[in-house]
């Protein structure tokens, strides 16, 4: 079975890339995962502006808003963010 590949907006790129190194594990992790099970529900859904769903998975310290695009196989990560 082919996995997606994970697609990333800038914003959730820069966040990524200036994570500490825990943050940066965790994100990893999830990757790993989402790539192997695209349709596994995050933790809450809410809808962009153009109505589409949007996944919502929390972590420890993060909070990751994706969508699974099954017609490409790849699940874009729209924004990441901090947990408060």
């Keep these: 079975m082919r996995l997606y590949q994970t ?5 959730a790129l820069h966040f990524a ?3 500490d190194d825990d ?3 965790e994100i990893n ?3 790993d995962r989402i790539e192997r099970m ?5 933790d ?7 109505g589409r769903e949007l996944h919502v ?4 310290q993060i909070a990751i808003l994706y969508w699974p695009d099954h017609a490409t196989r790849e699940v874009r990560v729209i924004q ?3 947990n408060h």
């Design 7 to 11: 697609v990333f907006s800038r914003q």
């Design 17 to 19: 890339a200036t994570a």
């Design 23 to 25: 943050t940066f594990a």
């Design 29 to 31: 992790q999830w990757v």
């Design 38 to 42: 695209p349709s596994a529900p995050g």
């Design 44 to 50: 809450y859904t809410e809808q962009d502006a153009d």
């Design 57 to 60: 998975t929390v972590l420890h």
């Design 80 to 82: 990441i963010e901090a």
